[in-house]
């Protein structure tokens, strides 16, 4: 038997590839990553501009339900750099009100009584008919949302009369922090395996932040961890196609016209990536491929914005239902290494990051023209502290295609890991698994692969 090492060919460098990576080598694969950007990380890449400053590509809040990415974060000694913060949701609106879920330290679902009773806004009426209507979520447990795929979350709302306000102030908001996409158009699954998730496990909801770049403190350990058993990273890398010869994929076309062979092949790559390198012939030959062509991206904007001085002193993620911030957060707070202004200290003002969504109708305008958006809305959140703010600098990242839209009878499209040729895998956020499109969903994902690569390999001696 020969002892030679098998080879694994990994397309996309997002933290799906990079974890792939990982949990390839170390089991004792020959691992090799092409990354068609300069840079590591995909949907949650981040990068210094010219003045040093950091810029992500998103807000990146790390949910407690999250354990996948804890125990990788582990392995390669960076858990330490999530800051966790107080258990609790505040949602900012128009004209200065606000209202916050708090949780208590209690046996699930108890820890969500405070919510019910005291956030201060909704009346006991509003959350008697939202609890009933989470009735047959408590009976049939995980059960239930697959049952609701058929519906947008805003029918199934209306189907249980669950009342406008609620739909406004706290779910169109939390519908756009999760997938960007508002309740008319994301299935009623999402937001009930979420809601479930939240109400069986006390700290699934919890939210953190990372000290400072996932650049530094997640994509860059990930790789110097792999480069040092022998894997290769190579960016600037563009990949035309898999080529396909009727039973398995034999190579990548790579633009530079160069082509790679591997034992296995793992596509890490967002939807609309993974669609433009299946070989036609493999759409046509099998429904699994063809399946994919229904998932599509979403469009996302993210903003980040200096002020002068504090607005807002909440050092947690901040939801708000008004205007186009549905989610953000004053990084000077949550994130110590990202109190700065190009690269100086910037203590004790504001830089926030807005997750800007719903972004499809937002897309052309003009860079200044979102900015003034955004700055409206914070005026419109925070009527007194704003008064006599200045902006000292604003940074805007379009995503035109992000995490793919679960947008009713989706479910049943999304791939599994494993595909119907025995030497090609999928990864990445809109496969199969428990967390969809995020950094979980990424990880858990790459785990599924990588046990695929390597139940066939055991199986194949």
Request: hydrophobic residues 40%.
């Amino acid at each position: 038997m020969s002892t030679e090492k098998k080879s694994v060919l990994i397309l996309g460098g997002g933290l799906a590839g990079l974890t792939a990576a990982k949990r390839l080598t170390d089991k004792g694969f020959q691992v090799k990553v092409l990354e068609k950007r300069d840079i590591f990380g995909g949907k949650v890449s981040a990068w210094r501009d010219e003045e040093g400053d950091w810029i992500e590509s998103g807000t990146h809040c790390f949910f407690g339900a999250y354990s996948v990415l804890y125990d990788l974060m582990r392995e390669i000694r960076t858990d330490h750099a999530v800051g966790w913060k107080d258990h609790q949701l505040t949602y900012t609106l128009a004209g200065g009100e606000r209202f916050t879920f708090n949780t208590w330290d209690l046996p699930s679902p108890l820890h969500l009584l405070p919510a019910i009773v005291k956030n201060g806004y909704f009346t006991l009426g509003e959350m008697a008919a939202f609890s009933k209507s989470l009735i047959p979520l408590a009976l049939k447990k995980d059960k239930y949302p697959p049952t609701q795929d058929h519906l947008t979350f805003a029918e199934w709302a209306k189907e249980k009369k669950f009342g406008n306000r609620l739909m406004e102030k706290m779910f169109r908001p939390m519908a756009l922090a999760l997938k960007f996409i508002p309740p008319e158009e994301i299935s009623a699954k999402i937001i009930l395996d979420v809601t479930e998730t939240f109400y069986r496990i006390p700290d699934a909801s919890r939210m953190g932040f990372l000290k400072g770049s996932p650049q530094e403190y997640l994509h860059q350990p990930l790789i110097d961890y792999s480069t040092s058993k022998g894997a290769i990273f190579k960016n600037n890398i563009t990949v035309d196609e898999l080529l396909f010869d009727g039973t398995e994929i034999n190579g990548v076309q790579l633009r530079n016209g160069e082509i790679l062979t591997a034992d296995y092949y793992l596509c890490a790559l967002p939807i609309h990536n993974l669609r433009k390198v299946l070989p036609d012939r493999l759409k046509q030959h099998d429904p699994f491929f063809g399946g994919l062509y229904n998932l599509e991206g979403v469009p996302v904007i993210s903003v980040q914005i200096w002020y002068d001085k504090e607005i807002t002193t909440a050092d947690n993620v901040l939801f708000s239902p008004d205007g186009v911030i549905p989610v953000y957060a004053n990084l000077a707070r949550t994130t110590p290494d990202y109190a700065t202004l190009r690269g100086e200290p910037f203590i004790g003002k504001t830089r926030f990051e807005f997750c800007v969504a719903p972004a499809k109708k937002l897309m052309g305008l003009s860079r200044e023209e979102i900015i003034r958006l955004v700055d409206q809305s914070v005026r419109n959140c925070y009527p007194e502290t704003s008064k006599g703010a200045k902006i000292l600098k604003s940074t805007l990242v379009k995503i035109p295609q992000s995490v793919y839209a679960p947008l009713p009878y989706m479910e049943q499209y999304r791939p599994t890991q494993k595909t119907p040729l025995h030497n090609l895998f999928i990864a990445g956020g809109f496969s199969q698994q428990l967390y969809y499109d995020s950094m979980g969903g990424a990880v858990m994902s790459a785990n599924l692969a990588v046990d695929g690569i390597v139940n066939h390999h055991s199986h194949a001696h």
